[in-house]
Structures are given as C-alpha cells and as structure tokens.
Nanobody, 122 residues
Framework: QVQLVESGGGSVQAGGSLNLSCTASGSTSSTYCMGWFRQAPGKEREGVASIVGGGTISYADSVKGRFTISQDNAENTVYLDMNTLKPEDTAKYYC????????????????WGQGTQVTVFP
C-alpha cells in the first residue's frame, strides 16, 4: 500500500509562488501515476496535474503555463511548482496515486495524501 505525505503550501498574494511536495512510501513513484488534485470549499475535487513513467505529463487548462509538475524517482517525491498564483487557485491540494496510468477523475485514484492548504490573497 502506498502512503503519501504532502508538504508545502501556505498563503501568498496573487502573483506569488508556492511549491508543494509529495513523498510516497516505497519505490512507487516511477511505476505509479502521481497526480495533484485540488478542492475548494463547495466545489468538486478537480485534477491539476499528473505525471507517470518516463515523464508523461498532463495539466488542467486553468494551470497550464503557471504550474509545473516534476518527480524525483530516487526520492520517491513529486513536486508541484506553482507560479503566478491567482485567488481562484485557493484550495486544499491533494497528492494522489494510481498504478500504471493516469486518469483525470479523482475517483480512479485509490491512494491519497492528507492535503495541504493553498490560499492566494487578491
């Protein structure tokens, strides 16, 4: 079973940057799809970015050009670098994992971290 622990997050003014990290237990990150999702109050959980295997990456349209996902297989860690943050990026961000391939649906992921809050002030 995979265990995921997120770190990073916090509060920042619009236009600022934050970096999130997600460390997975065991040697999983290279054989699993690692995804970042977010959920704002009153809204459904939505996909932000995902990475799998040799670096196949996908981004939500709302974050393209601003967020960058990367992974360090040696450290079993996935990163999400968030730049030019907007108030609408405010949400709790979750790391998730599923074997082999990625999916845009959070329902397809069976491993989740505890989440980390990102707040962007106008």
């Amino acid at each position: 079973q995979v265990q995921l622990v997120e770190s990073g997050g916090g509060s920042v003014q619009a236009g600022g940057s934050l970096n999130l990290s997600c460390t997975a237990s065991g040697s999983t990150s290279s054989t699993y799809c690692m995804g970042w999702f977010r959920q704002a109050p009153g809204k459904e959980r939505e996909g932000v970015a995902s990475i799998v295997g040799g670096g196949t990456i996908s981004y939500a349209d709302s974050v393209k050009g601003r967020f960058t996902i990367s992974q360090d297989n040696a450290e079993n860690t996935v990163y999400l670098d968030m730049n030019t943050l907007k108030p609408e990026d405010t949400a709790k961000y979750y790391c998730a994992a599923r074997p082999i391939s990625c999916s845009p649906s959070p329902n397809e992921y069976n491993e989740w971290g505890q989440g980390t809050q990102v707040t962007v002030f106008p």
